[in-house]
């Protein structure tokens, strides 16, 4: 057991269990992680005797709304929420990756008088909760709030462990990531005791896409460009796309699902255009290449095989050429890293 990781845990045990009112949240746009750990929790605390509800900045995707149930989960507004937040005993806030992702909520957090509380598994650095519990090395958040249940002898029933098994799936893409260990296996073993079904799980995640979302994931598939020899792929969504498809932008990063299937790719990567000189990028790596630092570079953050940044003031098209370069260029580093010449000395 990591000893720090354990006195992290037992630091958020203590200040949750004499807290009332919670409030937990998690990052714009949330994923089954970051949701999936603020309901899974919340949840715990309500079977607790404690006031909780997760109030986020931006709404569920529509694949993750069987997560939370009437009550359990609103969109923030200042006029109705900034005094929850600041009367809370607690706030917590689930697999944010950096305090900017909280959106619009990021000043009433900062403002709260409670115990600000963290609870992720992702590299960045952290100047606005006071009680931090991060452990990279987890396999997705949903873990470290598993653990945190047991600390606190909370009940892990199928209701809670439920939303903790889809944040495990979904940080772990189907327990396919590097991230993967037998812990998380050991994991996923004690939530289906605890009555998960995994097969209804799937059928939700997987089974309810509608049809306009398929078919804008194939002609994103069919626009993959190689560079790099075939070891870099590539495709963007900009605004005519988008208004042309009808998609949700939000909708369209499904497409970084599948980048990594090509054979021989080392990195590929998914650009969105947001506005003018505003584009989202998301990046993954198939397991050698580092692609955090480039994120960090543009101020954006994740793992070190898939991470994520905004490129702003920039038109797209050159934020396209700048990104695309530097992955090319880190490629050709790893290249001449691990090349027989450069392992023999020669």
Same mark, same amino acid.
């Given at each position: 057991?990591?000893?720090?990781?354990? #006195? %992290?845990? &037992?630091? !958020? =045990?203590?200040?949750?269990?004499? /807290?009332? +009112?919670?409030?937990?949240?998690?990052? $714009?746009?949330?994923?089954?992680?970051?949701?999936?750990?603020?309901?899974?929790?919340?949840?715990?605390?309500?079977?607790?005797?404690?006031?909780?509800?997760?109030?986020?900045?931006?709404?569920?995707?529509?694949?993750?709304?069987?997560?939370?149930?009437?009550?359990?989960?609103?969109?923030?507004?200042?006029?109705?929420?900034?005094?929850?937040?600041? #009367? %809370?005993? &607690?706030? !917590? =806030?689930?697999?944010?990756?950096? /305090?900017? +992702?909280?959106?619009?909520?990021?000043? $009433?957090?900062?403002?709260?008088?409670?115990?600000?509380?963290?609870?992720?598994?992702?590299?960045?650095?952290?100047?606005?909760?006071?009680?931090?519990?991060?452990?990279?090395?987890?396999?997705?958040?949903?873990?470290?709030?598993?653990?945190?249940?047991?600390?606190?002898?909370?009940?892990?029933?199928?209701?809670?462990?439920?939303?903790?098994?889809?944040?495990?799936? &979904?940080?772990?893409?189907?327990?396919?990531?590097? /991230?993967?260990?037998?812990?998380?296996?050991?994991?996923?073993?004690?939530?289906?005791?605890?009555?998960?079904?995994?097969?209804?799980?799937?059928?939700?995640?997987?089974?309810?896409?509608?049809?306009?979302?398929?078919?804008?994931?194939?002609?994103?598939?069919?626009?993959?460009?190689?560079?790099?020899?075939?070891?870099?792929?590539?495709?963007?969504?900009?605004?005519?796309?988008?208004?042309?498809?009808?998609?949700?932008?939000?909708?369209?990063?499904?497409?970084?699902?599948?980048?990594?299937?090509?054979?021989?790719?080392?990195?590929?990567?998914?650009?969105?255009?947001?506005?003018?000189?505003?584009?989202?990028?998301?990046?993954?790596?198939?397991?050698?290449?580092?692609?955090?630092?480039?994120?960090?570079?543009?101020?954006?953050?994740?793992?070190?095989?898939?991470?994520?940044?905004?490129?702003?003031?920039?038109?797209?098209?050159?934020?396209?050429?700048?990104?695309?370069?530097?992955?090319?260029?880190?490629?050709?580093?790893?290249?001449?890293?691990?090349?027989?010449?450069?392992?023999?000395?020669?």
């Amino acid at each position: 057991m990591n000893p720090q990781a354990a #006195a %992290a845990r &037992a630091r !958020v =045990a203590e200040r949750l269990r004499a /807290a009332k +009112r919670v409030v937990l949240t998690t990052h $714009v746009t949330p994923d089954g992680d970051g949701l999936g750990s603020a309901v899974a929790l919340a949840r715990a605390l309500v079977a607790m005797g404690k006031r909780a509800q997760v109030i986020n900045c931006s709404t569920a995707p529509k694949e993750l709304r069987f997560l939370y149930r009437r009550n359990e989960f609103e969109v923030y507004a200042r006029e109705r929420h900034d005094a929850e937040v600041l #009367a %809370a005993d &607690a706030v !917590v =806030a689930t697999d944010i990756g950096g /305090a900017q +992702r909280m959106g619009k909520m990021e000043p $009433v957090v900062r403002a709260a008088r409670g115990a600000r509380i963290v609870i992720d598994h992702h590299v960045y650095e952290n100047d606005c909760f006071d009680v931090p519990y991060i452990v990279i090395g987890a396999s997705s958040t949903a873990e470290l709030v598993y653990d945190l249940l047991l600390e606190m002898e909370a009940p892990v029933t199928a209701d809670v462990a439920e939303p903790l098994y889809v944040g495990l799936v &979904a940080d772990t893409g189907s327990f396919s990531y590097d /991230a993967v260990t037998p812990r998380a296996h050991h994991f996923a073993a004690r939530l289906l005791e605890a009555g998960v079904d995994p097969h209804a799980v799937w059928k939700k995640l997987t089974c309810n896409k509608p049809l306009l979302k398929v078919h804008v994931l194939g002609r994103l598939l069919a626009s993959l460009t190689p560079e790099c020899d075939g070891r870099l792929v590539w495709c963007k969504a900009d605004l005519a796309f988008l208004r042309e498809t009808g998609v949700e932008p939000r909708d369209a990063f499904e497409i970084v699902n599948h980048l990594l299937h090509v054979q021989g790719v080392e990195a590929g990567a998914f650009f969105l255009q947001l506005a003018s000189d505003k584009t989202k990028v998301s990046v993954r790596s198939a397991g050698r290449l580092d692609v955090h630092g480039l994120a960090a570079s543009y101020g954006g953050g994740g793992h070190r095989f898939a991470a994520g940044c905004t490129v702003d003031h920039v038109p797209f098209g050159e934020a396209v050429r700048q990104v695309l370069g530097a992955l090319a260029d880190d490629i050709r580093a790893l290249d001449a890293r691990t090349s027989p010449s450069a392992e023999d000395g020669g």
